[in-house]
């Protein structure tokens, strides 16, 4: 069975870094796209980045814009996020997904608390 298992979050002050990982199993690893996403209590989930099958990278957040990078290694079957310049706003749980070859639904993990405070 698909299963993603996001890690890497906790707590980091503001302007520090992070890089969540998201580690695949249960699937073959390189048919499908990845996206990460964050979700506030109370706020809509919002979609932060994709990496297609080939590796090419898509950014949909304007928030984080210039401050995260998204990449996937196959080998062991991860896809991470690097985000950097940290804010207390990015403050969320960060989830990722994954969805296969000409599918419409997605697999989701449990997702990786993020908290930004001094």
């Known amino acids: 069975q698909v299963q993603l298992v996001e890690s890497g979050g906790g707590l980091v002050q503001p302007g520090g870094s992070l890089t969540l990982s998201c580690e695949g199993s249960?699937?073959?690893?390189?048919?499908?796209?990845f996206s990460w996403h964050r979700q506030v209590p109370g706020l809509e989930r919002e979609l932060l980045a994709r990496?297609?099958?080939?590796?090419?990278?898509?950014y949909f957040s304007s928030s984080m814009k210039g401050r995260i990078t998204i990449s996937r290694d196959n080998a062991k079957n991860t896809v991470y996020l690097q985000m950097n310049s940290l804010r207390p706003e990015d403050t969320a749980v960060y989830l990722c997904?994954?969805?296969?070859?000409?599918?419409?639904?997605?697999?989701w993990g449990q997702g990786t608390q993020v908290t930004v405070s001094s």
């Open positions: 997904s994954a969805r296969r070859a000409f599918s419409s639904s997605d697999w």
């Open positions: 249960g699937f073959t690893f390189t048919n499908y796209a």
């Open positions: 990496v297609s099958r080939s590796g090419d990278s898509v």
